[in-house]
Each structure stands twice: as C-alpha cells, then as structure tokens.
C-alpha cells in the first residue's frame, strides 16, 4: 500500500512540474531544545541558572527561509540588524550562524554548506544524506495545506562535553533519532527545511526531538524574482572533514570556559 501511495504521489509530482516552471519561498520557525544542564554541585545560583537557560531559550527560537526551484534551493536564517557581538572574555558560539546558506540540489544529490567556526569561513561540499522516509496515509492540515505523515529512524554518534571537577571531559555515544515530517503534494517539490528532502512533496514541520521546524508562510512565484545560487568562499572540506573540525574547537572552547564557575556543567553537542 505504502509503495502504491508513493508511486502515485511521485507520478503526480512529477507531471506538475514538468507542466510549468515556477518558484517559491518558504519561511520556517525553528525551536531547539537548550542541551544544556547543571550538575548537583555547581555553585551557580537559581538565579544564573534561569538566566542562562532563558538566553539559550531565546538563541534557539529562530526564523529561516527557503527559496526554491524545481529542483535547487537555499536555506538561511532570516537577517536581523543590530545582532549583540560577546563581551570581551565570554563564549563566542559556533554553527547555526545568520550567513549560513545551505544549498541543495536533490536532481543531482548534492549539497554546499556555507558556514563558518568562530570567525573562520568553511564551504562544505558534499553528497545530501539519504533518508528512508516511511510513508503513511496519516494527514494534518497546517495552516491551508493539507500535509502526509512520514517517519525516519537513523542511529548518529552523540558527543557530551561535561566538567568534572573543573576540567573537561568528552564522551561519545550512539542514540537511535525518529523524525517525523509532515509535507503537501500542494507544493510539488521534494525539498524541505535544513538538509530535508526526498518526499514527495515540500515539507512543512520537522520534529526529530530535540529541533521543531514550521512552515508558516509560502509565497509562490513571488512576484520579486528567486534567484538560487550556490555558495562561494570558504575553505573547502567535506562533511567528515568539517566534522573533525568541530569537534577540535568544540574542545578547545571547553577548555577556555573551563573556571570554578563552570563545575557542574554539562553541555550536549548532536552531530
């Protein structure tokens, strides 16, 4: 039944967009769980605590747009003015920067990543993940699209940097993500927010657990015209590579937050 269900979507799919050519932009907000606790020892009163938590609150509640075609797109978070740089001496945070681009192209399986770690630019240029979506006859409407339940589990190695008595320590371990994706034939693209693809049909919500995706506007064929293109500038790397990069600097950044202050801590990186 699944394999008939999704037979008929990706002939539908593919007969509308071979009828017309056309462009479209999707704004998504994006809610990420914190990954940050306190140990039973820490010295950090209530008070630092809340204020803490409500900042990486505040940090993970973003607006990101898609801009699309029939078969590329560009994802980035919506440009904010006046954006408030770290004092001198505090954290400065890495990945999920505003100038990141994320371009796909899902006709030819392929992606380039815009990005950078703390102050330094990396272009990351890749094959896109293979997902193995599980169709299902389930639907929900968001906002005026009628949308097609679809599920994944993929098993990622999941890196916890914590502070034993004051000096930090890594441990990796293998966790077992179910996402779920909620997409519309109505919008006839197999694309969707971040590194998502592959239904048959625009997605819009993600929810993998720790990070929900809603798509709350769509505007196609705007009348502004969408121009995709791919990145440029960065040194290059691929997905393994950029990888072990961060792990380093993730490291080295524990180290420089390393204080009596910071005892109790215990921060949790997915990748």
Same mark, same amino acid.
């Given at each position: 039944?699944? !394999?008939? $269900?999704?037979? #008929? $979507?990706?002939?539908?799919?593919? #007969?509308?967009? %071979?009828?017309?050519?056309?462009?479209?932009?999707?704004? *998504?907000?994006?809610?990420?769980?914190?990954?940050?606790?306190?140990?039973?020892? +820490?010295?950090?009163?209530? !008070?630092?605590k809340k204020e803490i938590e409500e900042r990486m609150?505040?940090? %993970?509640?973003?607006?990101?747009? $898609?801009?699309?075609? @029939? +078969?590329?797109?560009? *994802?980035?978070?919506?440009?904010?003015? %006046? #954006?408030?740089?770290?004092?001198?001496?505090g954290i400065k945070m890495f990945g999920g920067n505003s100038t990141d681009i994320y371009y796909k192209d899902v006709k030819e399986k392929r992606f380039v990543n815009k990005t950078n770690i703390m102050g330094k630019g990396f272009l990351i240029k890749d094959s896109l993940p293979s997902y193995d979506w599980q169709l299902t006859s389930e639907t929900k409407h968001i906002g005026n699209y009628t949308c097609y339940k679809a599920t994944i589990s993929k098993e990622i190695e999941k890196n916890s940097f914590s502070f034993v008595d004051g000096t930090?320590?890594? #441990? /990796? /371990?293998?966790?077992t993500i179910n996402t779920t994706a909620w997409y519309t034939t109505q919008v006839p693209i197999s694309n969707g927010p971040?590194? *998502?693809?592959? $239904?048959?049909?625009?997605?819009?919500?993600? %929810?993998?657990?720790?990070?929900?995706?809603?798509?709350?506007e769509i505007i196609i064929n705007p009348s502004e015209e969408i121009k995709i293109d791919e990145p440029? @500038?960065?040194?290059?790397?691929?997905?393994?590579?950029?990888?072990?990069? @961060?792990? /380093? @600097?993730?490291?080295?950044?524990?180290?420089?937050?390393?204080?009596?202050?910071?005892?109790?801590?215990?921060?949790?990186?997915?990748?």
């Open positions: 039944m699944k !394999t008939k $269900l999704l037979t #008929v $979507l990706t002939l539908c799919l593919c #007969v509308f967009i %071979n009828a017309q050519e056309f462009t479209g932009k999707a704004i *998504y907000k994006t809610n990420k769980k914190s990954g940050i606790s306190f140990g039973e020892d +820490s010295k950090m009163s209530d !008070t630092q609150r505040k940090m %993970n509640q973003k607006t990101f747009i $898609l801009e699309f075609d @029939k +078969s590329t797109s560009t *994802y980035k978070q919506e440009a904010k003015l %006046n #954006v408030p740089q770290p004092k001198k001496g930090p320590t890594s #441990v /990796k /371990k293998k966790v971040s590194t *998502y693809y592959g $239904l048959p049909g625009l997605i819009l919500e993600i %929810n993998d657990g720790t990070t929900t995706m809603v798509c709350t440029e @500038k960065g040194k290059l790397v691929n997905q393994e590579e950029f990888d072990e990069i @961060k792990v /380093k @600097k993730e490291k080295e950044m524990m180290e420089r937050f390393k204080s009596k202050d910071g005892k109790g801590i215990s921060i949790t990186i997915q990748g």
